[in-house]
C-alpha cells in the first residue's frame, strides 16, 4: 500500500506537534507519560512563585506547579494548582511551604510538609499554604540598614571633603606640627637633664628632708594642738561674753536715746531744754558785762564809808 505525500506529511506534523508538546512539558519539568494528582493550596502572597516551580517532599521531586490564578472563591487570595505522582499520599492538614531554593536567583518552590494525621487527601482536595520568607525576612532589613548607612557615610564624606578644603589641610598640618613641636620639647624635658626630670629630683629632695624632720614636724603638731587647748581652757570665752555684753548694754542705751529717755534723750530730741541753756547763757553774759561796767552796783567796798552812814544817822 502506498502512502500519499499529504499523509505522510500529516503524520510529521503530528509527531512534531507531539514532539513539540512533550518537549515543552519537559522543560516545564511535567512528564505527560506519568500518571499525577493534581492538589491545590491558596497563599496571601506568593513571592513571585511562577509555573512549573518544583515540589518537594523531603528534598525529593515529587510534582511542579501547573497554574497559579486568583481564587475566585475567596477574594485577595491566590490558587496555586501543582500536580503529583500517583504515588505519594498526602496526609489532611499538610502543609504546602514555598521557600526559595536559591538565595542568587530568589527561584521559589513548593516544599511539602506532611502532618500526622491518618487521614489522607484526595486529589483535588486543598493543602495549607504557608509562605516562608526565610533568611529574605532577615536579610531585607539589614539590606535596608546597609543601604541607609551607605547612604549617611557617603554624606559624611561629602562633608568632610567640603570641611577639608586646601585652607582647612594646610591649618591641620599647621596644628599637627606644633603638636610634634610640643611632643619634642616634652620629650626633651623628660631627659636626663631636663626641667620635668630636675624638678622631680628637686621633689624627691623635699620629700627626703620632710621624712627626715618627721619628728621635729610631731613635735611640733604636738605643741600646735596643746596652744589650741590652752586657749580653749582660756578666758577667753569669758572676755567675748562680756564684750557682747557691753556691746549688748550700749545698744541698749543708744536705742533709749534715739527713743528721746534720759537726760540724753530728751536733750536731743526736746528743744525746750536747749532754748532754757541758751537763754540763761544769755542772761549770765548780760549779767557780766553790766557787772564789767557798773561793779558799784553790785559790790560796796570802801573802809570809811560804814562811818558817814553812821554820822549822817545820828
Known sequence: MKISKEVKIGIIALITLIGFFWGLNFLKGINIFKPTDEYYATYDNIEGLIESAV???????????????????????????????????????????????????????????????????????TLVGVLDKGLSSIIEPIKYKTE??????????????????????ANFQHAISNIDSITSSFSSSLRENGNITRSLDNLEQITSSLKGKSKELSALLVNL??????????EIKATIYNT?????????ILEKINSGKGTF??????????????????????????????PKRYVHFSIFGRKKEQKKSD
Open 55 to 125: 515540589v518537594y517532599l523531603h528534598g525529593y521531586k515529587v510534582g511542579s506547579v501547573r497554574d497559579i490564578n486568583f481564587d475566585k472563591k475567596k477574594p485577595g487570595k491566590i490558587a496555586v494548582k501543582f500536580a503529583l505522582e500517583e504515588k505519594v499520599s498526602i496526609p489532611k492538614n499538610s502543609v504546602a511551604l514555598i521557600t526559595t531554593s536559591s538565595m542568587i536567583s530568589e527561584i521559589k518552590d513548593i516544599n511539602l510538609i506532611l502532618s500526622d494525621s491518618k487521614e489522607i487527601c484526595r486529589p483535588g482536595d
Open 148 to 169: 541607609e548607612t551607605i547612604a549617611n557615610i557617603d554624606s559624611v564624606l561629602i562633608v568632610i571633603k567640603q570641611i577639608f578644603n586646601k585652607k582647612t589641610q
Open 225 to 234: 594642738s596643746s596652744f589650741s587647748d590652752s586657749l580653749a581652757t582660756s
Open 244 to 252: 557682747n555684753k557691753t556691746v549688748q548694754e550700749t545698744t541698749e
Open 265 to 294: 534723750g530728751m536733750l536731743i530730741h526736746n528743744d525746750t531744754l536747749y532754748h532754757n541753756l541758751k537763754k540763761a547763757s544769755e542772761n549770765l553774759d548780760m549779767l557780766l558785762i553790766d557787772l564789767k561796767e557798773h
